[in-house]
């Protein structure tokens, strides 16, 4: 029997630099409400969204990539060439195939870097993080992009009075390269397929094309169903992870979750006890739900405006559409 020789990865990975592109329009809860009957005053109590931005024609879940995944190569002082595979996760790529991946490799200029989309809702970040963590160690790509990108405003009924005001557009993008000691934790990831229906699209993509119904697919859920699950069990799955990389929240500088509502994020800070030192990200508030780009936007935002710095420790959690979640602690940029 032939041995197969062994993979020479580095020992460890970790998130070296991070991007992010937030479209210029600029979207303020009075625009939302020319739709749907409520308040200023609802929406802020309900998600804590005072704006958000929705791009225009030119900025697609391409475009937007590349603009953010710019930002973290740079940031992480390497060149395009350099990078040997590139994960999107997204939603709201509207051709089936061919991956938008491959596109945003090409055009970044890397050299013929494996690329591949994923599908996993708010939690695609995380998903993509350890998948990258896994090439560098494996030793199949040296670097790898992770995006999250979203054009959700396509996705959006701005009629439905549960989710119009929720949804952003946007992208965010971290390179994940070799270490010399741990600095992504093991990832804590499930999914709850019997609670699939409590997030998703109305009607499949075939329906609308055969005239079954006149409406474009939208993303709808049901919010209170989301809203605890969310607060109850995703607290326990962010405790896993701290438990999983060894430390506890006494450890941690920074706490970036999913960018889904204010209240949930403020739930888990108070269900996980956190010490009033911890950073927590409340991007959502002018950038709103943006689905796998909310946790690495949040991020770059972080560090960008010196809340966060370079070499804190952080907890971060995605959860969403599936339902699936994954959570990790990782060292930032």
Same mark, same amino acid.
């Given at each position: 029997?032939a041995?197969? &020789?062994?993979? &020479?990865?580095?020992?460890?990975?970790r998130?070296?630099g991070v991007?992010g592109? #937030?479209?210029?329009?600029?979207?303020?809860?009075?625009v939302?409400?020319e739709?749907?009957?409520?308040?200023?005053?609802?929406?802020?109590? #309900?998600?804590?969204?005072?704006?958000?931005?929705?791009?225009?024609?030119e900025?697609t879940?391409a475009?937007?990539?590349i603009?953010?995944?710019g930002?973290?190569?740079?940031?992480?002082?390497?060149s395009?060439?350099?990078?040997?595979?590139?994960?999107?996760s997204?939603?709201?790529h509207?051709?089936?195939?061919?991956?938008?991946? %491959?596109e945003i490799?090409d &055009?970044?200029?890397?050299a013929k870097?494996?690329?591949?989309?994923?599908?996993a =809702?708010?939690a695609?970040?995380?998903?993509?993080?350890?998948?990258?963590?896994?090439m560098v160690?494996?030793?199949s790509a040296e670097?790898?992009?992770?995006?999250?990108?979203?054009?959700l405003?396509?996705?959006?009924?701005?009629?439905?009075? $549960? %989710?119009?005001f929720l949804?952003g557009?946007? $992208?965010?993008?971290v390179?994940? =390269?070799?270490?010399k000691?741990?600095?992504?934790?093991?990832?804590?990831?499930?999914?709850?397929?019997?609670?699939?229906e409590?997030?998703?699209q109305?009607?499949?993509w075939?329906d609308?094309r055969d005239?079954t119904?006149?409406?474009?697919p939208?993303?709808?859920?049901e919010?209170?169903?989301?809203f605890?699950?969310a607060?109850?069990?995703m607290?326990k799955?962010?405790?896993q992870?701290?438990d999983a $990389?060894?430390?506890?929240?006494?450890?941690?500088d920074?706490?970036?979750?999913h960018?889904?509502?204010?209240?949930?994020?403020d739930s888990?800070? &108070?269900?996980?006890?956190?010490?009033?030192?911890?950073t927590?990200?409340?991007?959502i508030r002018?950038?709103?739900?943006t689905s796998?780009?909310?946790?690495?936007?949040?991020?770059?935002?972080?560090?960008a405006?010196?809340?966060?710095k370079?070499?804190?420790?952080a907890?971060?959690?995605g959860?969403?559409?599936?339902l699936v979640?994954a959570a990790?602690?990782?060292?930032l940029p």
């Amino acid at each position: 029997m032939a041995k197969i &020789k062994p993979s &020479k990865g580095a020992p460890y990975a970790r998130i070296l630099g991070v991007g992010g592109y #937030r479209p210029t329009r600029v979207v303020p809860n009075e625009v939302i409400l020319e739709t749907i009957d409520s308040s200023d005053e609802w929406i802020r109590s #309900r998600s804590g969204i005072e704006t958000r931005h929705w791009a225009n024609d030119e900025e697609t879940v391409a475009a937007m990539s590349i603009e953010a995944s710019g930002k973290a190569i740079a940031d992480a002082g390497i060149s395009a060439e350099q990078i040997g595979g590139v994960i999107v996760s997204t939603v709201s790529h509207f051709k089936q195939t061919p991956a938008v991946a %491959t596109e945003i490799a090409d &055009k970044l200029g890397t050299a013929k870097a494996a690329a591949f989309d994923i599908s996993a =809702g708010c939690a695609g970040f995380g998903y993509g993080l350890t998948l990258a963590k896994g090439m560098v160690v494996e030793g199949s790509a040296e670097y790898v992009l992770v995006i999250g990108v979203e054009r959700l405003s396509d996705l959006t009924d701005l009629e439905d009075r $549960a %989710t119009a005001f929720l949804f952003g557009d946007g $992208a965010g993008a971290v390179v994940v =390269g070799p270490a010399k000691e741990p600095a992504i934790g093991p990832t804590v990831w499930g999914s709850e397929g019997d609670k699939s229906e409590t997030i998703k699209q109305t009607v499949p993509w075939t329906d609308y094309r055969d005239g079954t119904v006149e409406k474009f697919p939208a993303i709808t859920q049901e919010g209170q169903a989301v809203f605890r699950w969310a607060v109850f069990e995703m607290a326990k799955v962010a405790q896993q992870a701290l438990d999983a $990389a060894g430390i506890s929240v006494d450890d941690l500088d920074v706490f970036i979750p999913h960018q889904a509502n204010v209240r949930i994020i403020d739930s888990m800070v &108070k269900t996980l006890k956190l010490p009033e030192h911890v950073t927590v990200a409340r991007d959502i508030r002018t950038t709103g739900n943006t689905s796998a780009a909310s946790i690495p936007l949040a991020m770059e935002r972080l560090l960008a405006t010196g809340e966060a710095k370079s070499g804190d420790t952080a907890l971060v959690i995605g959860f969403g559409a599936g339902l699936v979640y994954a959570a990790t602690v990782v060292t930032l940029p």
